[in-house]
DNA sequence: AAGGATTTGTTCGTATGTATC
DNA sequence: GGATACATACGAACAAATCCT
């Protein structure tokens, strides 16, 4: 389904080029049933480059944890099957994972109160200004990054929101103590960008990796605006799904 | 809400890194009410390289029409606002982006009877080797390319579907001689990755630019599978909108 | 058990592209 | 525009680990 090529002076670096595609036809099925690569001076071969060129995309993808080289034996995929993550009414971090990891967190990494600007203000239907909680996550399954998020809530709807997320772990279970029993996704608008650097590092990616991100819309059962937040995945790590495998649309 | 940050010695080369932060920008904002781009100098300083270095990454925008300098006036934005691409239940490729552009329309660009592989056959439930019509098709907004897609239809079901499409230009018309007087999508899968070399060609793409994939699912009044398709939307010109704005999720 | 074939790892040198000043 | 520094890419040769006969 794909067709490999290589555009040499377009300003991105032929081994960059070639761990992409790399990185791209593991999801394909590249590599035999062993999940063992073609040789370096085979993929030089049907790349067009020197075999130094791959072997620089393959050093990149094994730093990225994605192929892991034996010296005498081969290249192999390290497999770790993209996570699957839900979007619909009801998306929730830990409820859409469960099943696909064993070990699933989330981490506090940053919170301030703040004065609203004008996005995070008309998202929350707040005036410009107003206080907000701005929270900066990341998640984890088994020890894999997958995502960091930025969140904005009402400040003075849920004082000290942040610490009952520390103890609990969990965005809902912190709703709770607001009163807030159950709560939707109205909207999730859906774009993809190369990952800035605080992506790199918090995500744990290499220069060039792509991230997903999702600007999500939560409102409580009355329809009120509750959270406001920006949500970037690793997009070699996760998959968005819309509808189907038997959850509520 | 993002970061400017240039990473050296990535493998991706300055320029190329500048022209692609401008390039999201534009979306976000960048350049003042007439869009007008800050000055190279500015610009350079900001990014912390030389001025040269913005210069190269200015004209390779002004190539791909994103921006327009004029000597000793500025360089200044074309506006191209991104679509926001509707996905749930009833997604449709004209009824989404009605209002959003004057001129909306979609081109077979290939297509081809064959024997359906092994996830072809288990999206629409067929036996593998089954007769299946592939259909390549790509749209266009105001003359942008917007997205290429890849779809798979029971033959069986529906031979000569590709000549009512080329007569209608919709899927959905299409349908209506088959009489699939409606029809649902059942889900969705959302990643991304970069454009291969036929992206770069049918959505007149850069190399290193990015591709939102949508694996789509669609079933008839009475549940069963009626289409299987890829779409690759150009991560630069469309945004995907899940729920929200009201329409039916 | 021995040795040749295969495959990854390392080290030279050279040319070109990228970025700065 | 020209000089300089560094990253990228190529080519050739050899070392080290593994596999197969």
Same mark, same amino acid.
């Given at each position: 389904m794909t067709e490999t090529s290589i555009e040499r002076r377009s300003g991105v670096a032929l081994w960059r080029q070639i761990a992409d595609q790399i990185r791209q036809g593991i999801g394909a099925g590249l590599g035999d049933e062993t999940g063992r690569l073609p040789t370096e001076v085979a993929l030089a071969e049907r790349f067009g480059v020197n075999r130094h060129t791959v072997r620089t995309a393959i050093q990149a993808l094994v730093q990225e944890g994605v192929l892991r080289s034996e010296q005498g034996r081969g290249t192999f995929v390290v497999r770790q099957p993209r996570l699957s993550y839900p979007i619909g009414s009801r998306t929730r971090f830990s409820a859409g994972l469960e099943g696909q990891a064993r070990d699933l967190r989330g981490k506090l990494l940053d919170h301030a109160y703040e004065d609203a600007s004008a996005p995070v203000a008309e998202a929350l239907e707040l005036?410009? !200004? *107003? %206080?907000? +909680? &701005? +929270? $900066?996550?990341? /998640? $984890? *399954? #088994? !020890? &894999? %990054?997958? /995502?960091?998020? &930025? /969140?904005?809530? #009402? *400040?003075? &709807?849920? %004082? !000290?929101f942040e610490r009952h997320f520390v103890r609990t772990g969990s965005i809902t279970m912190a709703y709770r103590h607001f009163n807030v029993g159950d709560y939707f996704r109205r909207s999730t608008t859906i774009s993809a960008r190369h990952a800035d650097s605080a992506d790199l590092e918090i995500l744990k990616l290499s220069p060039g990796a792509i991230v997903l991100v999702a600007l999500g819309f939560n409102v409580d059962q009355s329809g009120r605006p509750i959270q406001f937040s920006e949500t970037r995945f690793s997009a070699d790590r996760v998959e968005l799904q819309v509808g189907g495998a038997g959850f509520t649309v």
């Open positions: 005036v410009v !200004g *107003a %206080p907000v +909680l &701005r +929270l $900066e996550t990341m /998640s $984890e *399954a #088994d !020890g &894999r %990054p997958i /995502s960091r998020a &930025r /969140s904005y809530f #009402d *400040a003075q &709807r849920f %004082p !000290g």
